[in-house]
């Protein structure tokens, strides 16, 4: 699969931007913001600080369950070839079955 180095090198990128520590971005000072744009600091940043670790959390799972599943599908296709080979063609035929089909019902309305 040509695209396998491509995506293992984007999640693996995800992967390293979500575990590197959270860098600090600078609040703005009274003197940095307008006159007529002072406003209170709402009540519910550590709520919403909260929600986004649980976000970053989650997606840090995701990212690495998909790894995993890649490089499960990678070991299995190595361990065999030919069923692997023999299996993408059967599917292939399938998906072109199938939308041979759709576009034929699509043209005959």
């Known amino acids: ?7 293992s090198r984007e999640l693996k990128s995800l992967h390293e931007e979500l575990s590197a520590p959270r860098r600090e971005r600078p609040s703005p000072t009274a003197d ?4 007529g744009e002072k406003t209170a600091v709402p009540a519910n940043q ?10 970053r959390n989650e997606l840090r799972e995701f990212v690495n369950t998909i790894t995993e599943f890649f490089k499960e599908a990678e070991d299995d296709a190595s361990a065999h070839p030919t069923a692997s080979v023999i299996g993408a063609m059967v599917l292939g035929i399938l998906i072109g079955r199938l939308l041979g089909r759709r576009q034929e019902l699509q043209h005959d309305r």
């Open 32 to 35: 940095d913001v307008p006159a």
């Open 46 to 55: 550590p709520e919403d600080a909260a929600e986004e670790q649980q976000q």
């Open 1 to 7: 699969m040509a695209a396998d180095p491509v995506l």
